[in-house]
């Protein structure tokens, strides 16, 4: 089995900059595809940005040219940089990954805020 531990949320004023981090752990053998994902109150939880084992990257129109999303496949961990935060930004940020440890689940993380305010 495998967890995903994220990391670095928080509140931000709009114009402002915020990393999220999400590292995976346990008896991995491999991770393909690695994600983002946010969720507001009443809200169905939406894709953000997505990242193949290979490095390529797929985004929501709402954040293209704002937001990039990375991975450290060394240490299992894949980021967020959002730069340029709107208000509209506010949510919960999940990350999840595609991990074999030892058979292939899609795992999620707990979840973390973010609140862009002034």
């Known amino acids: 089995q495998a967890q995903l531990v994220e990391s670095g949320g928080g509140l931000v004023q709009p114009g402002g900059s915020l990393r999220l981090s999400c590292a995976a752990s346990?008896?991995?053998?491999?991770?393909?595809?690695m994600g983002w994902y946010r969720q507001t109150p009443g809200k169905q939880r939406e894709l953000v940005a997505y990242?193949?084992?290979?490095?390529?990257?797929n985004y929501a129109d709402s954040v293209k040219g704002r937001f990039t999303i990375s991975r450290d496949n060394a240490k299992n961990t894949v980021y967020l940089q959002m730069n340029s935060l709107k208000p509209e930004d506010t949510a919960v940020y999940y990350c999840?990954?595609?991990?074999?440890?030892?058979?292939?689940?899609?795992?999620w993380g707990q979840g973390t805020q973010v609140t862009v305010s002034s």
């Open positions: 990242i193949t084992s290979g490095g390529s990257t």
């Open positions: 999840n990954a595609e991990v074999v440890a030892p058979k292939l689940v899609v795992y």
């Open positions: 346990g008896s991995i053998v491999r991770i393909y595809g």
